[in-house]
Structures are given as C-alpha cells and as structure tokens.
C-alpha cells in the first residue's frame, strides 16, 4: 500500500459531464501530482502542486482543473467530458518536489465516458 | 528535452530465466531515471531508481539496473523470473526542469510462463 488515496475508484459518466476526483497523499508529502494513462497516449503528466501551490503543468486541457487544499489534498476537476477523456487518472505524492524525491502513486481511478 | 524509448512493447520469460527489459534515454544533461511496475488494477510502484550515484542500481523484488552514459541505456534485469513478477513495466526520466516531472515510456508487459 503506498498511502496515497484517490477516491473513486471507478466512475462512469456521460459526455458533457463534469465529475471531481480526489486524492489524499501520504502522510507528510507535500507534493501532489495528477497523471493520465490512456491506451492512446500512454502515461502523461498532468500537473503538479507543492504545499497549495501550483508547481508544474503537462498536457492538461482547459476543459481540466486541479487545486490542492490547505490540508494538502486534492481535487481533479474534469468538465464538458468528451469519449476521448475515457482513462485511468493517476495521483501520486511526494515529500519535496526536486527530481531526489520518489513518487507514490495510488491505485488510480478509472474514468469511463458514454 | 528527455525522452525515453522502451525497445520492446512485450517480452515473454520462462519462470527461473532471466529478465531483460530495454530501456534507452535522451537528455541534454545528467537524467534521473526510474523503473516502475504496474501490476493489473494496481498503481505504479517504484521498483528502482537512478539519481548518478552507483551505475549499477539495485531494487526491490530482486531487480537492478545498470547506467550506461556511452549506450544512452538503462536496461532492467532480473536473473531469475517469477510468476509474480508479470505486470507492465515503465522506464521513466525526470525533467529536470526544476520539478518532478517524469516522463514514461510506452511501457513493457512482461509475461512468465510455467
């Protein structure tokens, strides 16, 4: 178990949806960071937060957004969902936020769009 | 910027053989290099990760890795598959852009047979 908690863990919805997935990092890390896996696009970095602030952006649309609460844990905000956005959201944590710090990932939710 | 290139997308092992994961990196600079598994319905698990301390890396569950600068390599091993060893694995770099950014490659699933 790595600790870190994301919750759902499986949601449907239908297009043009919007739907907030949430994660609670490890005791003690400070950064959050949010991925995309899909069957098309692989593995990609959404964006990151250290300690509330927004640290780092990737391939995040518009239609997406992400916030990091003063109890460090946070909120993917996904909107006007499209079939595309059909994928396994990842969140991962960490202590620091320099390339030294391993990341912790949770075990995902998996997000599919009818 | 960094990239990384998984040379092959499955590889099959008779259990008690040897493991090789291919794993080849691009980075203007001195990369940090990771190698995660993703077993089925689970999140991402650190197995080992290099940061230019020792070339030769060794992790959990048996693995290790070698750095090699000259090949541009990080291939992963194993002398001795187990079943529980099947899952997809994922050679990662970070970017060094300040922050934790890690970019993954496509992935290898690896298969153990009896």
């Known amino acids: 178990d790595s600790g870190v908690t994301q919750t759902p863990k499986h949601l449907i919805t239908a297009t043009g949806q919007r739907v907030t997935l949430r994660c609670s990092p490890r005791s003690g890390d400070l950064s959050v960071y949010w991925y995309q896996q899909s069957l098309d696009q692989g593995l990609q970095f959404l964006i990151q937060y250290y300690n509330g602030e927004e640290r780092a952006k990737g391939n995040i649309l518009e239609r997406f957004s992400a916030q990091q609460f003063p109890d460090l844990h946070s909120e993917l905000n996904l909107s006007s969902l499209e079939l595309g956005d059909s994928a396994l959201y990842f969140c991962?944590?960490?202590?620091?936020?320099?390339?030294?710090?391993?990341?912790?990932f949770g075990n995902g939710t998996r997000l599919t769009v009818t | 910027a960094q990239s990384v290139t998984q040379l092959d997308s499955h590889v099959s092992v008779s259990e008690g053989t040897p493991v090789l994961l291919r794993c080849n990196y691009s980075?203007?600079?001195?990369?940090?290099l990771f190698w995660y598994v993703q077993h089925p319905n689970k999140g991402l698990q650190l197995l080992l990760k290099y940061t230019s301390a020792a070339t030769l890396v060794k992790g959990i569950n048996g693995f290790e890795a070698e750095f090699k600068k000259s090949e541009t390599s990080f291939h992963l091993t194993k002398p001795s598959a187990h079943m529980s060893d099947a899952a997809e694995y994922f050679c990662?770099?970070?970017?060094?852009?300040?922050?934790?950014?890690?970019?993954f490659g496509a992935g290898t699933r690896l298969a153990v047979h009896p």
């Open positions: 990662v770099v970070s970017d060094r852009g300040g922050y934790n950014k890690l970019i």
């Open positions: 980075s203007s600079y001195s990369p940090s």
């Open positions: 991962a944590s960490s202590v620091g936020q320099g390339s030294n710090s391993p990341l912790h």
